[in-house]
């Protein structure tokens, strides 16, 4: 399956700044949730990181997303969140 196109990059932008910063921080700096900054997340594997966002983490308040985003996406969001703004190539 394909990355998500720019459209789609935009809505989990929007998806980061609302529903995920309502807990990470609107800026991700952290909150009820930790950090989520590249530098929070430096050296971190994204695959493992792409695995929390789908299945959350139980016991914690950090939800699943699986039905929400499909796979592509959570990698993408986790590239995103490693590198900072720069993950918008093509
Ligand atoms: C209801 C609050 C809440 C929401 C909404 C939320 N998170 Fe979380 N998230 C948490 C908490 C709390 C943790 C820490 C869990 C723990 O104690 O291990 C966490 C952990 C994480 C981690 C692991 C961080 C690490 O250092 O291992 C990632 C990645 C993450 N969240 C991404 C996201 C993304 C992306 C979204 C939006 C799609 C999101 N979260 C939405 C509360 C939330």
Do not use: F
């Amino acid at each position: 399956m394909a990355a998500p196109d720019a459209a789609r990059r935009a809505e989990l932008e929007g998806l980061l700044r609302n529903d995920c910063g309502a807990c990470h921080g609107g800026r991700l700096h952290g909150g009820l949730g930790p950090a989520l900054t590249p530098a929070a997340l430096a050296g971190r594997d994204p695959a493992a990181l792409a695995a929390t966002i789908l299945a959350g983490r139980p016991g914690t308040p950090m939800p699943p997303w699986r039905g929400l985003l499909s796979e592509e996406d959570a990698r993408w969001l986790a590239e995103r969140l490693i590198m900072g703004e720069r993950n918008d190539a093509p």
